[in-house]
């Protein structure tokens, strides 16, 4: 069955200090990728999204990710965090059949991201 | 990109009652989903609302339990009927369209 695991419930950072979210899908081929962020009592906002070719795909915010097809996943990065990055961060992905996307997701169990001062 | 609206945006509810969700979008869609996001927990999808058609239920969700209205390509409803404190989520709308998922604000319902 399709799945894909967050590794991380909980992550704490300093605020500066680098980022990466961890994303794992399972898959028999290669879906559509997403990463969304959830603030507090806010919707889901789309960070960036992943379907072809140049494996590093940046997204708003300063947030980036590179899929890598032999490890099936599809990690979160950011290369200094500021406080207001303190969310909750999904990583999704699309099932696709054939060259047709269906507009479903599957989502990860998401990581909360709490940033220090 | 497409705007969602939802109404309400939250509800407090009696068991065995019933809540109608109202899903609005500003672009005509072809796909409409919903996805549920109980307290603390990921987002899941409920089914698809596709106009003209009956809407696709995934596993362990039910056409009695979560009535589903797609009169046309803009608007959709949600009914979550019979209701028990474990249907206390959050109930979000999602649209397709170029190429990326949009998704509603929520309707947080409890239901004590």
């Known amino acids: 069955a399709q799945s894909v695991t967050q590794p991380d419930i909980h992550i704490t950072v300093s605020e500066g200090a680098s980022l990466e979210l961890r994303c794992n899908y399972s898959?028999?081929?290669?879906?559509?990728l997403f990463w969304y962020v959830q603030s507090p009592g806010q919707g889901l906002q789309l960070l960036l999204k992943?379907?072809?070719?140049?494996?590093l795909v940046q997204g708003i915010k300063g947030f980036e990710a590179e899929f890598k097809r032999s490890q099936s996943s599809f990690n979160l990065r950011k290369p200094s965090v500021h406080w207001s990055d303190a969310a909750e961060y999904f990583c999704?992905?699309?099932?696709?059949?054939?060259?047709?996307?269906?507009?479903?997701?599957?989502f990860g169990q998401g990581t909360t991201l709490q940033v220090k001062p | 990109s497409a705007v969602i609206s939802q109404k309400p945006s939250r509800d407090i509810c009696q068991r065995g009652t019933s809540l109608t969700i109202q899903c609005q979008v500003d672009?005509?869609?072809?796909?409409m989903f919903w996805y549920r996001q109980q307290p603390g927990q990921s987002l899941t999808l409920i089914a698809t609302?596709?106009?003209?058609?009956?809407?696709?239920?995934e596993s362990g969700f039910v056409i009695d339990k979560f009535p589903i209205s797609r009169p046309n390509l803009t608007f959709s409803t949600l009914t979550v009927s019979n209701m028990s404190p474990e249907d206390s989520s959050i109930y979000l709308c999602?649209?397709?369209?170029?190429?990326?998922?949009?998704f509603g604000p929520g309707t947080r319902l409890t239901v004590l």
């Open positions: 999602s649209v397709t369209g170029y190429n990326e998922q949009f």
């Open positions: 898959y028999g081929a290669t879906p559509y």
């Open positions: 992943y379907f072809s070719g140049d494996t």
């Open positions: 999704a992905v699309e099932p696709r059949y054939g060259s047709s996307n269906t507009g479903k997701l599957i």
């Open positions: 672009s005509q869609v072809t796909m």
């Open positions: 609302a596709n106009q003209g058609s009956e809407a696709t239920y």
